[in-house]
């Protein structure tokens, strides 16, 4: 069975930081693009951040270009989202995805969905 399990989210103030963490089992991250879509009531999914661990390939969105960052640590089989300087339109779920493919463009090509976190961000 496919898990992956989204943790670190909470309730920050403008400028804060969070880390988020997708623990990833029933796969192993070097074999698949990890992703970090974020989701707000009403609005299609957005693409933050993916990684290819086994070459260190990572892409951003330019919302959050320069404030996260996204890293692997292969041991833990689990991937980070590092979020500073956090604004209150950083406010969403943030999910946890795995695929074939690395890209921001669309959700609907990853193959596994995980849970969600929720990130909230007050001015």
């Known amino acids: 069975e496919v898990q992956l399990q989204a943790s670190g989210g909470g309730s920050v103030q403008d400028g804060g930081s969070l880390r988020l963490s997708c623990a990833a089992s029933g796969l192993v991250i070097d074999d698949f693009a990890i992703a970090w879509f974020r989701q707000v009531p009403g609005k299609e999914r957005e693409g933050v951040s993916v990684?290819?661990?086994?070459?260190?390939?990572?892409y951003y969105g330019d919302s959050v270009k320069g404030r996260f960052t996204i890293s692997a640590d292969k041991d833990k089989n689990t991937v980070y989202l590092e979020m500073n300087s956090l604004k209150p339109e950083d406010t969403a779920v943030y999910h946890c995805?795995?695929?074939?493919?690395?890209?921001?463009?669309?959700?609907?090509?990853?193959?596994?969905w995980g849970q969600g976190t929720q990130v909230t961000v007050s001015s």
């Open positions: 990684i290819r661990s086994i070459d260190s390939t990572a």
């Open positions: 995805l795995a695929g074939g493919v690395a890209t921001l463009t669309s959700p609907y090509v990853y193959d596994y």
